[in-house]
């Protein structure tokens, strides 16, 4: 894998600068393929590192998901993509996730893919995927069948993102993927509320304003990260080392993450005492972390300890927020007999949190669904049983 350069450097935290809320898209450039090495992407100017086994529009989606992780905010682009004669507008998010802002417009013909005889590079389409799913979807009108752009070469039709399996990680945004492409025609980020479902509504009462569902578990603690570190009552010390772990999470670097997290803990126990608030956040961090790190198990030990410390403390909102942050943790482990037994002692605190009242009790479709999950845990655990030893009555 290539190295940037020092002015290669300068030149991409002159871009992550510029990347402001107001600011114009990144001009991106994906030249048509010539062999060689290399891919000669750019971004803002800036070279794209292309390593082996990548894709060149991963590379570039990953390089945009990193300077909006960078900038605390979603990152607009104009990509100029010759191998497939489109100019693509895109917005990426610090989530992952992309969408069009617009319809992609054909500027030339598709490149000639080097070594393929008679071949065109077409663009296959790349799902638009909003940052986050509204509690209640509002009502669509049905989308008209897509329509092949004029004169375009076969153009792939965007398809619905599969469902997630039973056992999938919620909260959880996979990495930018897919290659740039033009939707189907037609086919808008945002779709105007028909006149006549507009003109029935003008007479009814109007809806209440629906309460905003606050951010829990990992969500809570993934906004923490992107937001600038306050400064912190009797724990002054904590407000360094903190900046560079959320530093290190928002650049990927998630092992070095994991190191300075449990010493932070460590001394800020020491100093202030296991249980103290700011503690307790650290932990929080902690347990983010060692989830980002692929380490369920350790994640979802250190969440449901901190829902107990804050069930001792009757603070039911922050105890729910521990317990979420079990759920997903727990919805990581693969293994059923394991899933069953961490299962039970998270769902026995979550029926005492449920009893107390509070945001538990009013959240009961997340508890029946941890049920669900542990039908379907015994459910692979017996047949594994019996895979082992058919002989079993």
């Known amino acids: 894998m290539s190295r940037l350069s020092r002015e290669q450097k300068r030149e991409s935290k002159r871009q992550r600068s510029a990347v402001g809320p107001g600011a114009g898209p990144l001009e991106v450039w994906v030249p048509a393929p010539a062999g060689g090495s290399g891919s000669g992407a750019t971004v803002g100017d800036v070279p794209v590192v292309v390593v082996p086994g990548e894709t060149v529009q991963a590379a570039v989606l990953n390089h945009l998901h990193r300077l909006a992780l960078a900038a605390g905010h979603p990152v607009l682009a104009t990509i100029h993509d010759e191998r497939i004669g489109f100019v693509v507008p895109l917005e990426v998010y610090g989530d992952g996730s992309s969408?069009?802002?617009?319809?992609?417009?054909?500027?030339?013909?598709?490149?000639e893919v080097p070594g393929a005889s008679?071949?065109?590079?077409?663009?296959?389409?790349?799902?638009a995927i909003p940052p986050a799913m509204p509690a209640t979807p509002p009502a669509a009108p049905p989308v008209p069948e897509p329509q092949p752009l004029p004169g375009a070469a076969a153009t792939h039709v965007l398809r619905a993102l599969p469902e997630s399996p039973p056992d999938a990680m919620p909260g959880v945004v996979a990495a930018p993927t897919g290659e740039f492409?033009?939707?189907?025609?037609?086919?808008?980020?945002e779709r105007p509320v028909p006149a006549m479902a507009a003109m029935s509504g003008m007479d009814s009462e109007p809806e209440p304003e629906p309460k905003p569902t606050p951010a829990r578990g990992f969500d809570a603690v993934a906004e923490s990260v992107l937001a600038p570190v306050e400064e912190m009552e009797g724990a002054a010390f904590l407000v360094e080392p903190v900046v560079r772990i959320n530093e290190a999470?928002?650049?990927?670097?998630?092992?070095?993450?994991?190191?300075?997290?449990?010493?932070?803990?460590?001394?800020?126990?020491?100093?202030?005492?296991?249980?103290?608030?700011?503690?307790?956040?650290?932990?929080?961090?902690?347990?983010?972390?060692a989830y980002l790190a692929g380490d369920p198990l350790r994640s979802f030990h250190l969440s449901l300890d901190l829902a107990r410390i804050r069930e001792r403390h009757q603070d039911p909102e922050a105890a729910y927020g521990n317990v979420q942050s079990a759920a997903a943790a727990w919805r990581a482990v693969r293994d059923p007999v394991q899933g069953l037994n961490l299962g039970q002692d998270l769902i026995t605190l979550w029926s005492e949190l449920?009893?107390?009242?509070?945001?538990?009790?009013?959240?009961?479709?997340?508890?029946?669904?941890?049920?669900?999950?542990?039908?379907?845990?015994?459910?692979r655990a017996r047949s594994r049983s019996l895979a082992d030893n058919p002989y079993t009555p």
């Open 118 to 127: 008679g071949v065109r590079a077409t663009p296959p389409a790349m799902p």
């Open 249 to 289: 999470v928002k650049m990927g670097r998630i092992e070095e993450a994991v190191g300075m997290a449990e010493r932070v803990v460590a001394d800020a126990s020491r100093s202030l005492g296991p249980e103290h608030p700011e503690v307790l956040r650290l932990r929080e961090l902690t347990s983010y972390i």
């Open 354 to 379: 449920v009893a107390d009242g509070g945001p538990a009790a009013d959240d009961l479709e997340q508890l029946e669904s941890a049920h669900n999950r542990m039908t379907r845990l015994a459910d």
């Open 181 to 189: 492409g033009p939707p189907p025609v037609g086919l808008t980020p």
């Open 99 to 111: 969408r069009y802002t617009g319809e992609p417009v054909r500027v030339g013909p598709p490149a």
